[in-house]
């Protein structure tokens, strides 16, 4: 499971709209809303890191967005980012081209 906290800002006059359309979307919770500012800052929770990156593209091609930019990433058991470590690297064997 991937969390990611994201910062999303939009034009003060389109805040109510965004954050209904945010809290529609799956994954997503909006957590704060700065009204003033057009500020709102959101979590999302994706299976995979790849889900996590284009669940954040997505909210970048929304309407009206002006900025969506990912403040924190926590991931847990991710078995793709597991299935990418090279075989020849474990706790007892480091292999030469690291030590080069």
């Known amino acids: 499971m991937n969390i990611s906290g994201i910062l999303v800002i939009v034009s003060p006059n389109r805040v109510d ?19 003033a500012t057009g500020r709102i800052v959101i979590t999302q929770e994706a299976e995979t890191i790849k889900d996590e ?15 969506a930019e990912m ?19 474990d706790d007892d064997n480091i292999p030469a081209y690291l030590n080069e």
């Open 17 to 35: 709209s965004m954050v209904d359309h945010l809290n529609g979307l799956d994954g997503i919770d909006v957590h704060h809303i700065e009204a």
């Open 53 to 67: 990156v284009d669940g954040l593209k997505c909210i970048r091609a929304l309407p009206g967005i002006i900025l």
């Open 71 to 89: 403040s924190y990433h926590n991931f847990e058991d991710d078995n793709e980012l597991v299935d990418a470590i090279p075989a020849d690297l």
